[in-house]
RNA sequence: AGACCCAUGGUGUAAUUGGUAACACGGCAGAUUUUGGUUCUGUAAUCCUAGGUUCGAGUCCUAGUGGGUCUACCA
């Protein structure tokens, strides 16, 4: 189990820090969202990292929601982010905290920057502020207000948040270097008049503080020890590092890793909130969307999904990760955890022949191999079944171990079977499969001698079910959809990604399904309740396929 | 093209920190199997290029090449 002992560039880091006795108090990180949108499994990687290292190391994971911008923030998501966080396991205990809740606190910071003269406001329209940057390869200009007294600045500042000045008349600006070849370094502005009610503050400020002067500055004040983020902000470390020292502040140290990439999705919050607005998917939590709480109503285990952010491990590689080792994860725990059940997709009716028509038994099933502890189900047998159509062939190939013409065939817990002929419609469609079964092969008392290579999943007539199932398929019909930038990602959508598959038979077991449950339709693949669907209606949703060896090397 | 970052099988991630490449997924082949599932076994496939340092380089240095990020009053 503990066979795993390569350790990431950031466990290296932190133990090297601990063997230094940096830390005696353990580790403190932090994961920050904007309430802004839902979860996806990209950050589903960044909960796992942070506070699987603090499982690992002694130490804290702080929750901390960035809000910042009242514009695009809302309660709303923080709830989703919360629910998503600990359906996925993970306990911030009491460490809850919010950007907002520092206002106060940063604005003192914007004060002492001004005091210092690394501050100023200045009244260039945002053109002007664009202009004056420069271009990576020509320095930037100085604002004609950066040489503001500290007095006029402290007052133009204050009347910013008093709401004296108009929405974008003026912003707060770091006073450092327009020459500086890292472009945010060039005077980054760090406060902006928005007259906007915040969902936590209210109409409390006019001015808000933006991402660079606030991040590092909580991560400050909670004592981050390791503020792990993705590699885009890789340029605003320096910026970063700067204003913990100017301020001398607690020096929390951020560290960029690799975000996670999905082959066949997008992983960005403006994209997946695109899918949604252009009803591509239903909502964010459709189950083709990459969302925690898309995967949760797919029926992906929290369990299958910690897993799979550890085995695809922290480096500062651009990935794309392939959907196969995703979906390995959810089999490799749903195999373990998922009560078998027979359910047949696509019926066709099998008649046995010798099987007396008033004649039904009880029959039992396990419902799990992979545990005996799950016990077992009782399922009826008669003279009518359903079996799947794509279970018979009438001319098949040799290596076809399923109904055909004088083949013999077993049903799952139940008899061996000898296929004695079949019915078609005027239309050549086929509509009933006849067959002979031998009593003594009865399942568990097989003394019949006989063999069957193949064994088929079936559905007693008489007490079926009926039930709809929802089949998904990948989102998109190429592996990276944004490669191509002169390509529009919305036009490389799969549309057969969702195919409802209506009249669905399944054993009466199914009727008892919860939500919660995660079922394993026998020869099939994973499948959980859809629990959006009416309490009366039989909904199920696919989790995963099995793995189909067969249908891989094309049924030959 | 300025700064910063990255480069190991098809995909990801490792390599006791300088001692000639491993693990997982995927592929292929086989065994087992009352799920063509699971399990098991085997197999193919990798250090971006060129120099340099060194007894020895995936690891260090230089150059090149390729890729990524950055010029929002978003985060």
């Given at each position: 189990?503990?066979?795993?002992?390569?350790?990431?560039?950031?466990?290296?880091?932190?133990?090297?820090?601990?063997?230094?006795?940096?830390?005696?108090?353990?580790?403190?990180?932090?994961?920050?969202?904007?309430?802004?949108?839902?979860?996806?499994?990209?950050?589903?990687?960044?909960?796992?990292?942070?506070?699987?290292?603090?499982?690992?190391?002694?130490?804290?994971?702080?929750?901390?929601?960035?809000?910042?911008?009242?514009?695009?923030?809302?309660?709303?998501?923080?709830?989703?982010?919360?629910?998503?966080?600990?359906?996925?396991?993970?306990?911030?205990?009491?460490?809850?905290?919010?950007?907002?809740?520092?206002?106060?606190?940063?604005?003192?910071?914007?004060?002492?920057?001004?005091?210092?003269?690394?501050?100023?406001?200045?009244?260039?329209?945002?053109?002007?502020?664009?202009?004056?940057?420069?271009?990576?390869?020509?320095?930037?200009?100085?604002?004609?207000?950066?040489?503001?007294?500290?007095?006029?600045?402290?007052?133009?500042?204050?009347?910013?948040?008093?709401?004296?000045?108009?929405?974008?008349?003026?912003?707060?600006?770091?006073?450092?270097?327009?020459?500086?070849?890292?472009?945010?370094?060039?005077?980054?502005?760090?406060?902006?008049?928005?007259?906007?009610?915040?969902?936590?503050?209210?109409?409390?400020?006019?001015?808000?503080?933006?991402?660079?002067?606030?991040?590092?500055?909580?991560?400050?004040?909670?004592?981050?020890?390791?503020?792990?983020?993705?590699?885009?902000?890789?340029?605003?470390?320096?910026?970063?590092?700067?204003?913990?020292?100017?301020?001398?502040?607690?020096?929390?140290?951020?560290?960029?890793?690799?975000?996670?990439?999905?082959?066949?999705?997008?992983?960005?919050?403006?994209?997946?909130?695109?899918?949604?607005?252009?009803?591509?998917?239903?909502?964010?939590?459709?189950?083709?969307?990459?969302?925690?709480?898309?995967?949760?109503?797919?029926?992906?285990?929290?369990?299958?999904?910690?897993?799979?952010?550890?085995?695809?491990?922290?480096?500062?590689?651009?990935?794309?990760?392939?959907?196969?080792?995703?979906?390995?994860?959810?089999?490799?725990d749903l195999n373990k955890v998922s009560l078998r059940r027979m359910a047949v997709l696509d019926p066709v009716k099998l008649i046995i022949e010798n099987y007396p028509e008033d004649q039904h038994e009880n029959l039992l099933a396990e419902n799990n191999?992979?545990?005996?502890?799950?016990?077992?189900?009782?399922?009826?047998?008669?003279?009518?079944?359903?079996?799947?159509?794509?279970?018979?062939?009438?001319?098949?190939?040799?290596?076809?171990?399923?109904?055909?013409?004088?083949?013999?065939?077993?049903?799952?817990?139940?008899?061996?079977?000898?296929?004695?002929?079949?019915?078609?419609?005027?239309?050549?469609?086929?509509?009933?499969?006849?067959?002979?079964?031998?009593?003594?092969?009865?399942?568990?008392?097989?003394?019949?001698?006989?063999?069957?290579?193949?064994?088929?999943?079936?559905?007693?007539?008489?007490?079926?079910?009926?039930?709809?199932?929802?089949?998904?398929?990948?989102?998109?019909?190429?592996?990276?959809?944004?490669?191509?930038?002169?390509?529009?990602?919305?036009?490389?959508?799969?549309?057969?990604?969702?195919?409802?598959?209506?009249?669905?038979?399944?054993?009466?077991?199914?009727?008892?399904?919860?939500?919660?449950?995660?079922?394993?339709?026998?020869?099939?693949?994973?499948?959980?309740?859809?629990?959006?669907?009416?309490?009366?209606?039989?909904?199920?949703?696919?989790?995963?396929?099995?793995?189909?060896?067969?249908?891989?090397?094309?049924?030959?």
């Open positions: 189990m503990e066979k795993r002992e390569s350790k990431n560039f950031i466990e290296q880091i932190i133990e090297k820090d601990l063997a230094d006795g940096k830390f005696p108090n353990g580790i403190i990180t932090r994961f920050p969202p904007e309430p802004n949108g839902y979860l996806h499994i990209g950050h589903a990687k960044s909960i796992v990292l942070n506070f699987g290292l603090t499982q690992k190391y002694k130490g804290k994971t702080n929750l901390r929601f960035d809000d910042t911008n009242p514009d695009t923030e809302s309660i709303e998501f923080v709830e989703s982010i919360k629910r998503d966080i600990r359906w996925l396991g993970y306990d911030w205990e009491d460490r809850e905290y919010f950007t907002s809740d520092y206002f106060g606190k940063l604005y003192e910071f914007a004060k002492d920057l001004i005091k210092r003269d690394l501050a100023y406001v200045d009244d260039s329209t945002p053109d002007e502020i664009l202009a004056g940057k420069g271009t990576v390869e020509v320095p930037g200009t100085n604002s004609p207000f950066r040489e503001r007294s500290v007095e006029e600045n402290l007052r133009l500042f204050e009347g910013m948040k008093n709401g004296e000045f108009a929405e974008g008349s003026k912003v707060l600006r770091a006073k450092i270097d327009m020459s500086q070849p890292n472009m945010h370094m060039r005077d980054p502005v760090i406060y902006r008049i928005k007259r906007m009610a915040h969902h936590r503050t209210g109409n409390e400020w006019n001015i808000y503080p933006m991402y660079d002067f606030a991040h590092g500055q909580s991560d400050s004040i909670e004592e981050i020890t390791h503020s792990l983020c993705t590699l885009e902000f890789e340029n605003h470390r320096p910026l970063y590092n700067w204003l913990i020292e100017q301020l001398g502040i607690y020096p929390s140290r951020q560290i960029e890793f690799a975000r996670l990439n999905l082959n066949y999705t997008v992983m960005s919050k403006r994209k997946l909130a695109q899918l949604v607005e252009n009803g591509v998917v239903e909502s964010w939590s459709d189950p083709r969307m990459p969302t925690i709480s898309g995967m949760r109503n797919r029926g992906y285990t929290a369990a299958a999904i910690r897993n799979f952010c550890d085995r695809v491990g922290i480096a500062k590689r651009d990935n794309v990760i392939d959907m196969s080792l995703l979906e390995f994860c959810v089999r490799e191999p992979e545990d005996e502890t799950a016990g077992e189900r009782k399922i009826t047998f008669g003279r009518e079944l359903y079996i799947e159509r794509e279970d018979f062939m009438e001319d098949p190939p040799k290596k076809f171990f399923r109904m055909a013409p004088g083949r013999f065939v077993r049903l799952k817990h139940a008899y061996i079977l000898e296929c004695s002929g079949f019915k078609k419609d005027d239309n050549g469609e086929l509509i009933e499969v006849h067959a002979r079964y031998f009593p003594e092969s009865k399942s568990g008392s097989d003394t019949s001698g006989i063999k069957a290579k193949g064994t088929l999943h079936w559905v007693n007539a008489a007490d079926a079910m009926e039930a709809k199932v929802n089949m998904y398929d990948r989102l998109f019909k190429v592996a990276e959809p944004l490669a191509d930038k002169k390509v529009d990602f919305l036009d490389l959508v799969n549309e057969d990604s969702l195919n409802v598959v209506e009249g669905v038979k399944v054993e009466p077991a199914l009727a008892e399904a919860g939500s919660k449950d995660h079922f394993q339709f026998m020869r099939k693949g994973y499948f959980v309740r859809d629990k959006n669907a009416a309490s009366d209606e039989l909904v199920f949703n696919m989790t995963v396929g099995l793995r189909d060896s067969w249908a891989k090397k094309g049924g030959k």
